[in-house]
C-alpha cells in the first residue's frame, strides 16, 4: 500500500492518524527530544554557605582554653563535647550564655562567639565546625536499595551524588521517571542520561528537603503482540528502547504468518476517547526497514501489532484490542499452548 494511500484511510471519522515510518519521521522525533531540556531553575541553582538549625551538633574551639573547648575532658571523643542545638534553635555556651544560632552561616556564628567572648578572654580564637549534620536532609523513596534520608552536609551535594549514595534497585527501577520535588513542584529527570555521556545529574545541585522519587518499571510497559514467535508485555528501564530491540525481545517476526507484512506502532490507545492515536506505519518488506526500525524509538504505552490486517480494518483493530490486559494474556497464553 501507497503512502497517499495511507494517509487517505486517516480520514477524518477515524481514530488513529496513520503517520509512515521514514528517515524524515525519524529525524523529526530526534529534533523534539534534543529539546526536551532541564528546566533552567535546576540547572542554574547554586547552593547558600550551609545555614545551622536545629538537631546539627557544633563543635567549638577556643584556643589556649581547654575549659571551654573541651568541658567533658580533652580524652573524650568528640562528639562527647559537641554542643547540640536545641529543637528552638539555640544552645548555650560559658561566658556567652544562651545564642540564638538557627539560621546562621558557621562563619556567623563563629564571629557571634567572638565578640562575646571577648569580654573575658583577650583576643579570644574561635572556631566552629559540625560534627554532626542533623537539621537538613533529602528524602527517597521508591525504586532505591536505601531509602533512609540523607543529611545535607557544609558540602553541596549533588544529584549524582545523592543518588549513588542511595543506590538504584536497576532491575526494578524505570532509570528514565526519576521525580525532583522541590518547594511544591515536580520536576522529571531521565537518570539514564548520566550513564550515556550527557552528565546532567553533576550539573544539579540539591537543596534541603528536597525529595526524590524513582518508579519501578511494573508500570512502564509497551506491548507487542500479532505475528510475533512471543506476544510480550515489555517492561521500560531506560527511554532508548528501539522498535528492532523489542521485536526482538518478542522473538521476532513469525516467519510463516508475518509474510513480511507492515509493522504498527499504535500510541495514544489510552485517550482515544478523546484525542485520536497514532499509528505509525513500518513497511517491513522494505530493504531499510531494519535500518529504520533500529533508529525508531518506543515509548511507554505503545502497542506494536505485526499482522496481515490491512490499515482499512484499523477502526475495528482497535475495538478490538481493548482491553489490551485481555488480548495480551490470551494472546500469550495460546502461543504458550501451541509451542506445548
Same mark, same amino acid.
Given at each position: 500500500?501507497?503512502?497517499?494511500s495511507l494517509m487517505r ?6 481514530? #488513529?492518524? %496513520? +503517520? ?5 519521521? !525519524?529525524?523529526?522525533?530526534? &529534533?523534539?527530544?534534543? =529539546?526536551?531540556?532541564? @528546566? ?87 572556631? #566552629?565546625? %559540625? +560534627? ?5 536532609? !533529602?528524602?527517597?523513596?521508591? &525504586?532505591?536499595?536505601? =531509602?533512609?534520608?540523607? @543529611? ?40 539514564d542520561a548520566l550513564t ?145
Amino acid at each position: 500500500m501507497s503512502t497517499n494511500s495511507l494517509m487517505r484511510s486517516a480520514d477524518e471519522n477515524s481514530r #488513529v492518524d %496513520i +503517520v509512515p515510518i521514514t528517515p524524515k519521521q !525519524i529525524a523529526m522525533d530526534k &529534533a523534539a527530544a534534543a =529539546t526536551a531540556a532541564l @528546566p533552567p531553575e535546576l540547572l542554574s541553582y547554586k547552593p547558600e554557605p550551609y545555614r545551622i538549625g536545629a538537631g546539627d551538633t557544633l563543635y567549638i574551639t577556643v584556643w589556649d582554653h581547654p575549659e571551654l573547648t573541651s568541658p567533658a575532658g580533652a580524652q573524650q571523643q568528640t562528639q562527647a563535647n559537641g554542643r547540640l542545638v536545641r529543637s528552638d534553635g539555640t544552645l548555650f555556651y560559658p561566658y556567652v550564655g544562651e545564642l540564638k544560632v538557627s539560621g546562621l552561616t558557621i562563619e556567623e556564628l563563629r564571629k557571634a562567639i567572638s565578640d562575646k567572648l571577648a569580654k573575658y578572654v583577650e583576643k579570644p580564637q574561635v572556631d #566552629v565546625n %559540625i +560534627v554532626g549534620y542533623g537539621s537538613q536532609r !533529602i528524602t527517597f523513596q521508591g &525504586a532505591f536499595v536505601k =531509602t533512609d534520608p540523607q @543529611p545535607m552536609t557544609a558540602v553541596p551535594t549533588t544529584l549524582a551524588q545523592a543518588v549513588g549514595s542511595a543506590y538504584v534497585n536497576v532491575p526494578l527501577a524505570d532509570l528514565s521517571g526519576l521525580v525532583l520535588t522541590r518547594d511544591g513542584h515536580d520536576y522529571h529527570i531521565d537518570l539514564d542520561a548520566l550513564t550515556n555521556g550527557q552528565k546532567i545529574g553533576e550539573d544539579i545541585y540539591l537543596k534541603p528537603d528536597d525529595h526524590l522519587f524513582l518508579p519501578y518499571n511494573d508500570r512502564h510497559e509497551m506491548y507487542v503482540i500479532g505475528e510475533v514467535n512471543r506476544p510480550s508485555v515489555l517492561s521500560f528501564k531506560t527511554t532508548d528502547m528501539t522498535l528492532t530491540q523489542a521485536l526482538g525481545r518478542a522473538g521476532g517476526l513469525n516467519p510463516t504468518t508475518s509474510k513480511g507484512k507492515s509493522v504498527y506502532v499504535i500510541r495514544g490507545l489510552k485517550d482515544s476517547d478523546t484525542v485520536k492515536g497514532t499509528v505509525y506505519q513500518l513497511d517491513a518488506r522494505s530493504p531499510d526497514a531494519f535500518i529504520l526500525a533500529d533508529q525508531f524509538k518506543v515509548k511507554a504505552g505503545d502497542v506494536v501489532f505485526v499482522g496481515p490486517a490491512g490499515v482499512t480494518r484499523w477502526n475495528r483493530f482497535l475495538t478490538q484490542l481493548l482491553p489490551l490486559s485481555s488480548i495480551i494474556t490470551n494472546a500469550a497464553s495460546a502461543q504458550y499452548n501451541l509451542d506445548h
